[in-house]
T-cell receptor, first 109, second 113 residues
Framework: KNEVEQSPQNLTAQEGEFITINCSYS?????LHWLQQHPGGGIVSLFM???GKKKHGRLIATINIQEKHSSLHITASHPRDSAVYIC???????????FGKGTKLTVNP | DTEVTQTPKHLVMGMTNKKSLKCEQH?????MYWYKQKAKKPPELMFV???????INESVPSRFSPECPNSSLLNLHLHALQPEDSALYLC????????????FGQGTRLTVV
């Protein structure tokens, strides 16, 4: 069974802190997506990774294929980063995403 | 244009009504998806269209009827819904080869009364 596990479930930080959200996935997942969802809102795709590291502004995503682990880092966090961050695995050759349960991030000023 | 546009943003409907949700993308993506999301839960896949053909139906009740009129448009027709069908309905698209990066719409917040 293809699975995606995220941690932590909830995370509270002070503005400016460095934040890490982790994601582990099972065999069969060939690409990892990091998604952001603000309360009541739609989903924004942040990154899609199948190897290495990607950076966009203050966001960095890494993936270790051997360990089947990915991390999302936020540097110099800001209250506007408060959202639910979802890790989702893409199954090679399939059109389905397997979603983690999400990490609710709250950044306090 | 990297947007997936969904209309309406909010919809309230009675259990005897018929309504439709619409989704549009102009990125040339050949795979389009409907997801249902309940509060504080991850999205659940409902349907996948690949090259305008229904490729995945996740055992969704027949009161939900998808339609893909062309490669840019995806509809979800609703009929005789139940209050428990109230949720955020998300549309997404991707290139369609394997999977590709997924682009999501803002969703339609549906309330069934």
């Amino acid at each position: 069974k293809n699975e995606v596990e995220q941690s932590p479930q909830n995370l509270t930080a002070q503005e400016g802190e460095f934040i890490t959200i982790n994601c582990s996935y099972s065999v069969g997942i060939s690409a990892l997506h990091w998604l952001q969802q603000h309360p009541g809102g739609g989903i924004v795709s942040l990154f899609m990774l199948s190897s290495g590291k990607k950076k966009h502004g203050r966001l960095i995503a890494t993936i270790n294929i051997q360990e089947k682990h990915s991390s999302l880092h936020i540097t110099a966090s800001h209250p506007r980063d408060s959202a639910v961050y979802i890790c989702a695995g893409g199954q090679g050759g399939s059109e389905k995403l397997v979603f983690g349960k999400g990490t609710k991030l709250t950044v306090n000023p | 244009d990297t947007e997936v546009t969904q209309t309406p943003k909010h919809l309230v409907m009675g259990m005897t009504n018929k309504k439709s949700l619409k989704c549009e993308q102009h990125m040339g993506h050949r795979a389009m998806y409907w997801y249902k999301q309940k509060a504080k839960k991850p999205p659940e896949l409902m349907f996948v269209y690949s090259y305008e053909k229904l490729s995945i139906n996740e055992s969704v009740p027949s009161r939900f009827s998808p339609e893909c009129p062309n490669s840019s448009l995806l509809n979800l027709h609703l009929h005789a819904l139940q209050p428990e069908d109230s949720a955020l309905y998300l549309c997404a698209s991707s290139q369609g080869q394997g999977f590709g990066e997924a682009f999501f719409g803002q969703g339609t917040r549906l309330t069934v009364v």
